[in-house]
Structures are given as C-alpha cells and as structure tokens.
C-alpha cells in the first residue's frame, strides 16, 4: 500500500493553514517525508497599498494607485496618463528603476511610491 498524501492550501492572505478532521494518521514504523512541490503567487501580493500610494509630481498634482500588484510598465502607463513626460524602465543591473520626468517629483512624503 502506498502512503501518499496530497495537501492543497489556497487561499488569499500571505499566510495559509489547514486543519484536518479527522486527522491524517501515519504509520509510526514507516518514514515519510514532506515537499513543497509549488508555489504559485499568481501576483497577488501587493507591492502598491495604502500608505505607499502616491507619485507626487511638483506643480502637477498627485497619482494616486490602487491597491494591487503592479509592474513597472503599468506604473508608467498611470503616470503618464496625468504626465505623459514621465518615464520609468527597470535597471536590470542594479535591479531598480529609472524614473524621468520634465517635472520635479516628491518622493519625502511617507505615502510616496518611492519606497518600492
């Protein structure tokens, strides 16, 4: 007889617990181990929250991002959408972004962006 078990945790929080009733009973003579088979995130923890929200763009106003899981291109598209100048393209040698703009931006605020 073949003892495998498969465990299935989803869920939306970073953290993920189960409970089993009735419990999953294992031979006490016989050796088992346990894998991490996959990890699939599907980008839903955020990198953009509240609190981290805002691109204060000087004399222009501020962007306000929703809530989500956000990559660089759609951080730029918004931007743009109230300073086309703006600019933002990742740096894959020092694995940060480049940000441009004909503007002065803010990042000093706490609710600044700038923090990713």
């Known amino acids: 007889m073949n003892d495998t078990f498969t465990l299935t945790l989803s869920g939306v929080s970073s953290n993920l617990e189960a409970h089993f009733f ?7 003579n016989k050796r088992y181990s346990l894998a991490l088979v996959e990890l699939l995130t599907f ?7 509240v609190g981290c929200n805002k691109l204060h ?3 222009i106003g501020d962007i306000v991002y929703s809530t989500g899981s956000y990559e660089i291109d ?6 743009q959408q109230t300073d086309p100048s703006v600019s933002i393209k990742p ?4 694995l940060r972004s480049r940000l441009y703009s004909d503007h002065a931006i803010d990042f000093r605020p ?7």
């Open 22 to 28: 009735p419990a999953i009973e294992l031979n006490p």
């Open 57 to 59: 763009i000087v004399n």
């Open 91 to 94: 740096d894959t040698v020092t």
């Open 110 to 116: 706490d609710d600044s962006i700038g923090r990713l």
């Open 43 to 49: 980008n839903s923890i955020p990198n953009i929250d």
């Open 74 to 79: 759609s951080i730029e598209k918004i931007a």
